[in-house]
């Protein structure tokens, strides 16, 4: 009882042979096979171009997975958000990068607490002279300084430096300021990641790191150190070596892949390069309808901004639509016998980041059994 308290309704299914189909629905799946055998070719991948991993904890959100991904070589973990941060140091991740500027007093003052705790290797953006002197400020009051990373807007806009000279000027400023230490250049092609052609996509993506070579250039020849440069994502995570420019690459989605991911990564591939290691369980809870049934996976199980997902097992040929917060539509080909009630869908998630942050627990599979529940630690953390 205790378990299914902490760990969910799944929790007395652990362990027993056959438990992957037998779950309460909907659950998160995770096989932890491939999601073992991704950390494991991406990790290969970066000691053969010479480049270290940072890999993004925006899309897992967990604290085991971090580690899986520290003991296979990462020198440490990205956190999107300040929440994401505070998990991961309190569960003794080193090297975590905070890749969103944090700019409110609330946020510097939470920054700030963080930073006192025993950590190895806490730094943060800045793209705005404002911020780099408010974070500055909150450092000396702490007695302690604050690696810093200058952001680079890199053509997506978000967030970054808008041009070289705003960079280059902010660096300087970064090196100049008492309270703060310059780690280097972070530089986030998110336009970039999901073009679907690789030609295209690899074509931008050089384009893109020549203006950021130049920037590393001017710097270093001002005499400003710049260990540190770090960006790039699963999208490029081929590509962006090509340019000798990152030091490390801040890859996320290649853990488990989603629908959009795997579409870009076959271009020009046989297969992609990883292996979907991440589904949403849901069941079939009516079949009164002619051409399809009715599963409880809906709007609230799944991200919403890319493709649908795909059916990956337990309806051959079947396609996904959503009809529902909380249920789903199963389109069955043209004379498939519809499933019986309680028949588990396995569906590969459309956009793997924000799905996972619907969920409260990852429910780890091995071949047909549940083996462990591991908890989405930052789920919501802001």
């Given at each position: 009882m205790d378990d299914m308290l902490t760990l969910g309704p799944n929790a007395r299914f652990i362990g027993k042979?056959?438990?992957?189909?037998?779950?309460?629905?909907?659950?998160?799946?995770?096989?932890?096979?491939?999601?073992?055998?991704?950390?494991?070719a991406m990790a290969a991948h970066a000691h053969t171009a010479g480049v270290a991993l940072r890999p993004h904890a925006k899309t897992h959100k967990s604290a085991r997975i971090a580690q899986l991904q520290v003991e296979a070589g990462a020198l440490g973990i990205c956190c999107a958000t300040l929440g994401e941060a505070e998990v991961m140091v309190t569960a003794g991740i080193p090297g975590v990068?905070?890749?969103?500027?944090?700019?409110?007093?609330?946020k510097i003052a939470r920054l700030m607490m963080?930073?006192?705790?025993?950590?190895?290797?806490?730094?943060?953006?800045?793209?705005?002279?404002?911020?780099?002197?408010?974070?500055?400020?909150?450092?000396?009051?702490?007695?302690?300084?604050?690696d810093v990373l200058v952001d680079f807007s890199a053509g997506h806009g978000r967030t970054g430096c808008a041009d070289e000279a705003a960079v280059a000027a902010l660096?300087?400023?970064?090196?100049?300021?008492?309270?703060?230490?310059?780690?280097?250049?972070?530089?986030?092609?998110?336009?970039?990641?999901?073009?679907?052609?690789?030609?295209e996509r690899r074509s931008r993506a050089l384009a893109q790191l020549d203006r950021l070579r130049g920037i590393v250039a001017r710097l270093r020849d001002a005499g400003i150190d710049v260990p540190i440069?770090?960006?790039?994502?699963?999208?490029?995570?081929?590509?962006?070596?090509?340019?000798?420019?990152?030091?490390?690459?801040?890859?996320?989605?290649?853990?488990?892949?989603?629908?959009?991911?795997?579409?870009?990564?076959?271009?020009?591939?046989?297969?992609?390069?990883?292996?979907?290691?991440?589904?949403?369980?849901?069941?079939?809870?009516?079949?009164?309808?002619?051409?399809?049934?009715?599963?409880?996976g809906g709007l609230?199980?799944?991200?919403?901004?890319?493709?649908?997902?795909?059916v990956a097992r337990g309806a051959p040929g079947s396609r996904y639509e959503f009809f529902g917060d909380e249920h789903g539509k199963l389109i069955l080909p043209p004379g498939a016998p519809r499933p019986p009630l309680g028949a588990m869908i396995e569906c590969v998630t459309p956009h793997c980041d924000p799905t996972v942050n619907l969920h409260d627990f990852y429910h780890v599979v091995s071949g047909d059994a549940l083996v462990d529940i591991w908890p989405v630690d930052a789920r919501g953390k802001r």
């Open positions: 042979p056959g438990s992957r189909a037998a779950l309460d629905t909907p659950a998160l799946l995770v096989d932890r096979d491939a999601l073992e055998r991704n950390i494991a990068h905070i890749t969103s500027p944090q700019v409110t007093e609330p963080l930073h006192a705790r025993p950590h190895e290797g806490l730094s943060v953006v800045v793209d705005h002279p404002d911020n780099l002197a408010a974070l500055a400020r909150a450092a000396r009051q702490a007695g302690k300084p604050l660096a300087r400023e970064a090196v100049a300021t008492d309270g703060t230490i310059l780690r280097g250049i972070q530089s986030y092609s998110g336009n970039l990641q999901h073009i679907s052609m690789r030609d440069v770090s960006g790039a994502g699963t999208g490029t995570f081929d590509l962006d070596p090509e340019a000798r420019v990152f030091t490390e690459l801040q890859v996320g989605s290649y853990v488990f892949m989603d629908v959009d991911y795997l579409r870009a990564l076959k271009d020009g591939r046989n297969a992609p390069p990883f292996e979907t290691a991440l589904f949403v369980a849901t069941a079939v809870v009516s079949v009164n309808a002619q051409g399809y049934a009715t599963t409880d609230k199980c799944f991200a919403t901004d890319g493709p649908v997902p795909d």
